[in-house]
């Protein structure tokens, strides 16, 4: 079955005079839900804007129209849905290198020898607008791009 329109109009529930397009239902539902809230009305567990009358509500699941999506993933029929790939075992790296990163002793990377090199400006912190400004001004002058280019 097709999906409604969405522009087309649906009949509340819960209130017959109520005309609301398809895409607003479940807004609707949810401040009408709350005008009638001694209605003996239920909430499909397939589409939350289908709402019955609780006695109706078990002929209304065995019709459902939404119901073939929660059928179709809880019932398989055939293992033909579901390839089966075989997990292959990868050769295991470890005996054939050497190298361990864990038994080096390196110093960890310091960025502040970068940080001051000549064509980098560096942005002051903690200083009075002044001083940032002659900072600025100080890395302007000092500036020097990368020669490699053109």
């Known amino acids: 079955m097709a999906d409604p329109d969405p522009q087309q109009l649906q009949t ?17 539902l949810q401040k009408c839900r709350k005008q009638y809230p001694n ?22 699941i065995s019709t459902c ?8 993933q809880v019932y398989i029929t055939d293992d033909d849905h579901r390839p089966v790939v075989p997990v292959i075992q990868q050769p295991s790296t470890r005996n054939d290198c050497e190298e361990s ?6 110093t960890s990377y310091k960025p502040e020898p970068l940080k001051r ?5 560096v942005k002051c912190k903690g200083a009075t607008p002044s001083e940032r400004r ?17």
Not at 43 to 59: G, R, W
Not at 65 to 72: A, E, G, I, N, T
Not at 101 to 106: G, I, M, P, R, T
Not at 134 to 150: C, F, I, K, L, S
């Open 117 to 121: 090199a000549q064509n980098i400006i």
């Open 12 to 28: 509340c529930p819960y209130n017959a005079s109520h005309q609301v397009a398809t895409y607003r239902m479940h807004i609707h």
């Open 65 to 72: 129209s939404k119901r073939h999506l929660f059928d179709s």
């Open 134 to 150: 002659q900072a600025r001004m100080m890395g302007v002058q000092t500036y020097r791009p990368n020669e490699g280019g053109n």
């Open 39 to 60: 209605c003996n009305k239920v909430t499909c567990p397939f589409d939350a804007t289908h709402i019955v009358n609780d006695v109706e509500l078990d002929y209304h």
């Open 101 to 106: 990163w864990d038994d080096e002793n390196v």
